[in-house]
């Protein structure tokens, strides 16, 4: 016997509203916003592939269909990523996979 489990899979845009839910910093939910409110669903997946800066200058942050977020920093390869980083990944993952 066969069991199908499916995942629904939140939208980019539900898990972006979640994570300016959780008040991170005021650079990231502005830049968060105006995606929301001023790209549609298919322009933000591709800006997302390549990767966005979500903090003005900072942090990136990318989407992979069917796999989840990423979020890095710039020097991440000299001194690691930073906390915030792991903390906007795991957020965004948990909404997106929820």
């Not at 105006?34 to 003005?56: A, F, M, P, R, T």
């Not at 069917?66 to 993952?93: A, D, H, R, V």
Request: glycine share 4%; aromatic share 14%.
């Amino acid at each position: 016997m066969k069991i199908n489990i499916y995942y629904t899979m939140k939208t980019i845009k539900e898990c972006l509203t979640a994570l300016t839910e959780k008040n991170i910093d005021m650079n990231i939910n502005k830049v968060i916003k105006y995606l929301n409110e001023n790209v549609d669903d298919d322009q933000l997946e591709y800006k997302l592939s390549y990767g966005v800066k979500i903090d003005g200058h900072m942090l990136n942050l990318y989407f992979y269909k069917n796999i989840g977020f990423k979020c890095t920093n710039n020097f991440q390869e000299k001194f690691g990523s930073l906390p915030i980083c792991n903390y906007i990944e795991k957020t965004l993952n948990q909404v997106y996979k929820s």
